[in-house]
């Protein structure tokens, strides 16, 4: 009897292993980052978990880190935080940044710029996104706000480098 149990431990344990790295393959992707447009919450060159299941439950959030593409037939991802979603009225003034009339905070942004931008209504299935290091970030100030289904996943678990190992 105990010889059963203990072979359907094993089974029990190899289905959870091997359901596991199918749920990973299907729903996290690894992109290192390319460029510092995140510094320094995400340093150039940091690899990054991404996870895709928790956009089938709920839209992406005012604050949250998301990887996307701008052309779904490229293979470039972009990694920016979420400043306004559909229906919010967002604008830059002197650096500082508007969500329907409300300045924001933001204490992840060490570098501060003094570009201004008017008004922007953001459109229905659309995220205005920015980087945190502003003076050398192209967002949504240069490509506009980009389509929701062209989120990949929020950005959750910096991989790499080892100094920065752990939850965004």
């Known amino acids: 009897m105990w010889e059963r149990v203990g072979r359907a431990a094993i089974f029990l344990g190899e289905s959870i292993v091997l359901l596991a790295i199918v749920l990973a393959t299907i729903f996290v ?23 895709s299941l928790s956009g089938d439950f709920a839209p992406p959030q005012r604050g949250e880190i998301v990887a996307f593409s701008l052309d779904l037939s490229r293979q470039e991802t972009y990694i920016k935080r979420v400043i306004a979603r559909p229906g919010d009225r967002v604008r830059i003034d002197n ?40 003076p050398h970030s192209e967002d949504s100030r240069f490509f506009g706000p980009v389509a929701e289904s062209h989120v990949i996943g929020r950005a959750w678990w910096i991989l790499w480098p080892f100094a920065r190992f752990g939850p965004l």
């Not at 690894?30 to 320094?40: E, K, L, Y």
């Not at 710029?113 to 920015?130: A, C, I, N, W």
């Open 95 to 134: 650096g500082a940044v508007f969500v329907n009339g409300v300045r924001i905070h933001e204490p992840y942004v060490h570098l501060h710029d003094t570009r201004s931008m008017p008004t922007l209504v953001v459109p229905v299935g659309k995220l205005f996104v920015l980087g945190d290091d502003r």
């Open 29 to 51: 992707r690894i992109p290192q980052v390319d460029g510092a447009s995140m510094a320094p919450t995400i340093p150039s060159g940091a690899i990054v978990i991404t996870e």
